[in-house]
């Protein structure tokens, strides 16, 4: 029951890192394909 409960808080912790890292980085990603898209249109 030990492990059980151990392993389930380290995935929620997982979970939570995984979330505050990635989630600025897709949303920074998200702008940079953004702008790409512009410069193209301008460029076209």
Known sequence: ???????????????????E???P???FRQEVLQKQRKDKDKRE
Do not use: G, H, P, V
């Open 25 to 27: 980085c897709l949303f």
């Open 1 to 19: 029951m030990r492990k059980i409960r151990f392993n389930q808080n380290e995935k929620r912790t997982e979970d939570r890192m995984w979330s």
């Open 21 to 23: 890292y990635t989630a």
